[in-house]
């Protein structure tokens, strides 16, 4: 079945949700590139002229919350029910709803920015040109993209979560360069780059864009 990862995936995620949780607490605190990237990404959807903002594969919701602290108007949606679940225990205030980014349940030009922060990391190249046309079809001419990923050449399989129960999940590395193709082929402009730990095993990427009006 050509859609078998997205269950893999969704499976996975609602196996480990509270390891996961648990695993990525305190991740922003610790990471002052990735907070500056967030900031910056504020700065833009308010420049835009503001509005809502989708956090795509938002998991447990920490980040919608870094970026409604900064007063941004965000909510996430995600593809496991039990991601989705504890964001909303977690930020009751705050929106959060079940979907996949293959097939966004969003109206055309209806989001002021796109947020996809380390949630692109599990979809094949097969799927990624499809993932990125449906970022564009929602976000508003002209509106803010921030994309998160993993930088390298790898695939890489897990088959244990951090609460040791099996999963099934694969994460894909990827240069920034074939990111920028995908995206420039989906009607996107791009702003700029940032590679985040360059001499680490496995570093990592935010490439900021900006829908074609």
């Given amino acids: 079945m050509p859609d078998t990862w997205l269950s893999d995936t969704r499976s996975s995620y609602n196996t480990d949700a509270s390891g996961y949780t648990e695993k990525i607490r305190g991740l922003l605190g610790a990471s002052p590139y990735l907070r500056a990237s967030l900031a910056l990404f504020a700065e833009l959807v308010h420049g835009a002229g503001g509005g809502p903002v989708v956090d795509v594969g938002c998991g447990p919701g920490y980040v919608t919350g870094h970026l409604h602290d900064a007063g941004v108007d965000a909510f996430g949606i995600d593809l496991s029910p039990e991601m989705i679940a504890i964001a909303r225990r977690d930020y009751p205030d705050l929106r959060f709803e079940v979907g996949t980014m293959t097939d966004l349940d969003l109206a055309d030009g209806s989001v002021a920015g796109v947020l996809a922060f380390w949630s692109v990391i599990h979809v094949p190249d097969h799927a ?32 244990e979560g951090y609460t040791g129960r099996p999963i099934n999940v694969e994460s894909h590395q990827r240069q920034p360069s074939k990111v920028v193709g995908w995206l420039r082929a989906a009607g996107f402009t791009i702003e700029a780059e940032l590679v985040i730990g360059p001499d680490k095993d496995v570093p990592g990427a935010v490439i900021f864009a900006r829908s074609s009006a």
């Fill in 128 to 159: 990624m040109p499809g993932v990125f046309e449906q970022f564009r079809r929602v976000l508003r001419p002209g509106g803010p993209l921030l994309v998160g990923f993993h930088v390298g050449d790898e695939t890489r399989h897990t088959s």
